[in-house]
C-alpha cells in the first residue's frame, strides 16, 4: 500500500496552479449521456474519481479518450442502461447517471451507492424527485431500477441536495414539458451544469439561484458545445490552508476567488491577508492567528468539503475555536487522527471545540475520507518530526497532482510503498 512521509517544517512559499474541479467534471461528464454529439471538456483533472466516472460511461458503450486533462466523450454509441455495482460502490456519485439515463432511455438500472465514511448519505430526494416527474421506481437486489417517461413536474426539495439537483437537473432536459425546481442548490458546480446544458440548446430559467425553470426537450439529445471545467475551489483553499497553517506567503493561480468567498472571510477573521489578482490568489502570513467559529453550510455559506481543513488550521491559532458540522453526521474521522498528533479536541455530536497552541509531534496516520486526508497532511506540515499519512487513495479519488504541488511548494513530502 502506498502512503506519503511529510517532514514538519517551518514554512512554504512558492506558487501552486489549481485543477479544475472533480465535483464539477463528475456531474458534467455524467451529463454527456444527453448529447447527440462527441462532447470536448478540457480542465478535467486527472484524478481516480473521473477515471472511474468515464470507465463507467465505456462499460455503458460510449466512446471515450482522457488525456492532457482533456476529456473526448462520445455517448451515441451507448447500448447498455446498467450502472454495476463493482464501479459504483467505488464512487458514489455514479448516481448521476441515473437522471440523464432515464431521461434518455426510459430505463435505467443503477447500483445503489450505500453508506460511506463520512455518513449514511441517502438518495432519497433524488428518488423522490424522479417519481414526482413519473418514474417507477424500485429497489430490487441493490439496484434503483427506474422506467418511465419523464414528464415535467414541479418539485421541492425538502433539503438541499447538490448531487440531487443535479440529477433532476438533468432528468428535466429531456423531459416533456416543464419542470420548475425549488430550493436547488446554488454551488458553482451546478451552476455550471446548467451553463452547459444550456448552452447545449436546453431552455433553463434561473441560473445561479435556488429556482430553475427547464423546459425540456420531450427526447431530443442536445448539441454540446467545447467548454473548460471551473477551477476547483476546495483544492483552492486547501492550499490555501497549508499556506495559513504554516503561516507563510504562496500563490495560488488559475482560481475563481469569487466562489471561494466564505473559505476566504474565515481566513481573514483568522489574521490572513489576501491579495487578489484577477485569477490569482496571494495569501499573506497573519501577525497572530486568531481561533475561528464555523458552521458548515450550504454554498454560499462555508463549505462541508473545507471543515476538516480549517479544523487543522485551528490547531495553530492561539485560542479556542469551534466547528459545528451541520450536512454530514459522521464527518469528523480525522478527529482521533488529528488526536494521536497531540491535537487538544473534544466533540459533542456535530460540534468540535478545538484548542489551538498545542504543539503537534509526527505521527502515523490513516486517512479515512478524501477532505480529511488533506487535513492530516496539513497537520503533518506543522508537527515535529516525520509522520506518515496511510491509506491515500481517498486522496487520489480527488487531489490532482498532489505531491508536486506540495512539493513545488517548498513541502517535504515522499510516496513510498509499504
Ligand atoms: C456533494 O455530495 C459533493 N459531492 C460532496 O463532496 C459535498 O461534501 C456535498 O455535496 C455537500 O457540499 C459531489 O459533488 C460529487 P448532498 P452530495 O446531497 O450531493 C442530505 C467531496 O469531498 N441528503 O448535497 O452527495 C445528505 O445526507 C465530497 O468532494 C438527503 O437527506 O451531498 C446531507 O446531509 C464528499 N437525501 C445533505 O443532504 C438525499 O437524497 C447534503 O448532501 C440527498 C442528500
Same mark, same amino acid.
Not at 451515441?76 to 442502461?81: A, C, F, P, R
Not at 496571494?282 to 497572530?288: S, Y
Not at 504543539?359 to 496539513?378: F, G, K, P, Q, W
Not at 487513495?393 to 497532482?401: A, C, P
Given at each position: 500500500?502506498? @502512503?506519503?512521509?511529510?517532514? /514538519?517544517?517551518?514554512?512554504?512559499?512558492?506558487? !501552486?496552479?489549481?485543477s479544475g474541479a472533480k465535483n464539477a467534471s463528475l456531474p458534467l461528464i455524467a451529463?454527456?449521456?444527453?448529447?447527440?454529439?462527441?462532447? &470536448?471538456m478540457?480542465n478535467v483533472p486527472n484524478v481516480a474519481d473521473i477515471k472511474t466516472l468515464i470507465s463507467l460511461l465505456e462499460n455503458?458503450?460510449?466512446?471515450t479518450?482522457f488525456?492532457?486533462n482533456?476529456a473526448?466523450l462520445?455517448?451515441?454509441?451507448?447500448?447498455? #442502461?446498467?450502472a454495476?455495482?463493482d464501479i459504483v460502490r467505488k464512487m458514489r456519485a455514479s448516481i448521476l447517471t441515473? *437522471?440523464?439515463?432515464?431521461?434518455? @432511455?426510459?430505463?435505467?438500472?443503477?447500483?445503489?451507492p450505500? /453508506?460511506c465514511a463520512i *455518513?449514511?448519505r441517502?438518495?432519497?430526494?433524488?428518488?423522490?424527485?424522479?417519481? &414526482?416527474?413519473?418514474?417507477?421506481?424500485?429497489?430490487?437486489?441493490?439496484?434503483?431500477?427506474?422506467? *418511465?417517461?419523464? =414528464?415535467?413536474?414541479?418539485?421541492? @426539495?425538502?433539503?438541499?441536495?447538490v448531487t /440531487?439537483?443535479e440529477?433532476?437537473?438533468?432528468?428535466?432536459?429531456?423531459?416533456?414539458?416543464? #419542470? &420548475?425546481?425549488?430550493?436547488?442548490?446554488?454551488?458553482?458546480e451546478? !451552476?455550471?451544469?446548467?451553463? !452547459?446544458?444550456?448552452?447545449?440548446?436546453?431552455?433553463?430559467?434561473?441560473? +445561479?439561484?435556488?429556482?430553475?425553470?427547464?423546459?425540456?426537450? /420531450?427526447?431530443?439529445?442536445?448539441? @454540446? =458545445?467545447?467548454?473548460?471545467v471551473?477551477?476547483d475551489?476546495i483544492e483552492?483553499?486547501t492550499?490555501?490552508?497549508?499556506?495559513?497553517?504554516?503561516?507563510?506567503?504562496?500563490?495560488?493561480?488559475?482560481?475563481?476567488?469569487?466562489?471561494?468567498?466564505?473559505?476566504?472571510?474565515?481566513?481573514?477573521?483568522?489574521?490572513?491577508?489576501?491579495?487578489?489578482?484577477?485569477?490569482?490568489?496571494?495569501?499573506?502570513?497573519?501577525?497572530?492567528?486568531?481561533?475561528?467559529?464555523?458552521?458548515?453550510?450550504?454554498?454560499?455559506?462555508?463549505?462541508?468539503d473545507?471543515?476538516?481543513?480549517?479544523?487543522?488550521?485551528?490547531?495553530?491559532?492561539?485560542?479556542?475555536?469551534?466547528?459545528?458540522?451541520?450536512?454530514?453526521?459522521?464527518?469528523?474521522?480525522?478527529?482521533?487522527?488529528?488526536?494521536?498528533?497531540?491535537?487538544?479536541?473534544?466533540?459533542?455530536?456535530?460540534?468540535?471545540?478545538?484548542? *489551538? +497552541?498545542?504543539?503537534?509531534?509526527?505521527?502515523?496516520?490513516?486517512a479515512?475520507d478524501l477532505r480529511?486526508s488533506s487535513?492530516?497532511?496539513?497537520?503533518?506540515? !506543522?508537527?515535529?518530526?516525520?509522520?506518515?499519512?496511510?491509506?491515500i487513495y481517498h486522496l487520489d479519488r480527488g487531489y490532482e497532482n498532489l505531491?508536486?504541488?506540495?512539493?513545488?511548494?517548498?513541502?517535504?513530502?515522499?510516496?513510498?510503498?509499504?
Amino acid at each position: 500500500m502506498t @502512503f506519503l512521509e511529510i517532514e /514538519g517544517i517551518d514554512s512554504l512559499q512558492g506558487e !501552486v496552479q489549481i485543477s479544475g474541479a472533480k465535483n464539477a467534471s463528475l456531474p458534467l461528464i455524467a451529463s454527456t449521456i444527453l448529447a447527440k454529439n462527441e462532447v &470536448k471538456m478540457s480542465n478535467v483533472p486527472n484524478v481516480a474519481d473521473i477515471k472511474t466516472l468515464i470507465s463507467l460511461l465505456e462499460n455503458l458503450g460510449a466512446k471515450t479518450h482522457f488525456e492532457n486533462n482533456i476529456a473526448l466523450l462520445d455517448t451515441s454509441t451507448l447500448n447498455q #442502461t446498467i450502472a454495476k455495482y463493482d464501479i459504483v460502490r467505488k464512487m458514489r456519485a455514479s448516481i448521476l447517471t441515473l *437522471g440523464p439515463l432515464l431521461s434518455r @432511455f426510459g430505463h435505467c438500472e443503477v447500483s445503489l451507492p450505500g /453508506g460511506c465514511a463520512i *455518513g449514511q448519505r441517502p438518495i432519497d430526494l433524488h428518488l423522490s424527485a424522479l417519481e &414526482k416527474m413519473s418514474a417507477n421506481i424500485e429497489i430490487k437486489q441493490g439496484y434503483v431500477v427506474a422506467s *418511465g417517461k419523464l =414528464k415535467g413536474a414541479e418539485i421541492l @426539495f425538502d433539503k438541499i441536495t447538490v448531487t /440531487g439537483s443535479e440529477n433532476i437537473i438533468m432528468a428535466a432536459a429531456l423531459a416533456k414539458g416543464k #419542470t &420548475k425546481l425549488l430550493n436547488v442548490a446554488k454551488e458553482p458546480e451546478v !451552476v455550471q451544469l446548467c451553463e !452547459v446544458l444550456a448552452d447545449a440548446g436546453l431552455d433553463i430559467k434561473g441560473i +445561479g439561484s435556488d429556482e430553475l425553470e427547464i423546459y425540456g426537450t /420531450g427526447g431530443e439529445l442536445l448539441n @454540446f =458545445k467545447e467548454f473548460s471545467v471551473i477551477p476547483d475551489r476546495i483544492e483552492a483553499g486547501t492550499y490555501l490552508c497549508a499556506g495559513a497553517i504554516t503561516n507563510s506567503q504562496i500563490k495560488l493561480k488559475k482560481v475563481n476567488p469569487e466562489h471561494l468567498g466564505a473559505v476566504l472571510a474565515k481566513l481573514h477573521q483568522m489574521g490572513f491577508q489576501t491579495l487578489i489578482e484577477n485569477d490569482n490568489i496571494t495569501l499573506l502570513p497573519a501577525k497572530k492567528i486568531e481561533p475561528i467559529e464555523i458552521l458548515t453550510s450550504e454554498y454560499p455559506g462555508f463549505p462541508t468539503d473545507m471543515q476538516a481543513q480549517f479544523m487543522a488550521l485551528a490547531l495553530k491559532a492561539n485560542g479556542t475555536s469551534i466547528i459545528d458540522e451541520r450536512l454530514f453526521e459522521n464527518r469528523f474521522m480525522h478527529v482521533s487522527e488529528l488526536l494521536r498528533m497531540g491535537a487538544d479536541i473534544k466533540l459533542n455530536g456535530h460540534i468540535a471545540t478545538i484548542v *489551538g +497552541g498545542k504543539e503537534l509531534n509526527a505521527a502515523d496516520v490513516m486517512a479515512t475520507d478524501l477532505r480529511a486526508s488533506s487535513a492530516l497532511i496539513l497537520a503533518a506540515l !506543522v508537527a515535529k518530526g516525520t509522520s506518515r499519512v496511510h491509506r491515500i487513495y481517498h486522496l487520489d479519488r480527488g487531489y490532482e497532482n498532489l505531491e508536486d504541488k506540495f512539493k513545488a511548494l517548498g513541502a517535504k513530502i515522499t510516496r513510498l510503498e509499504e
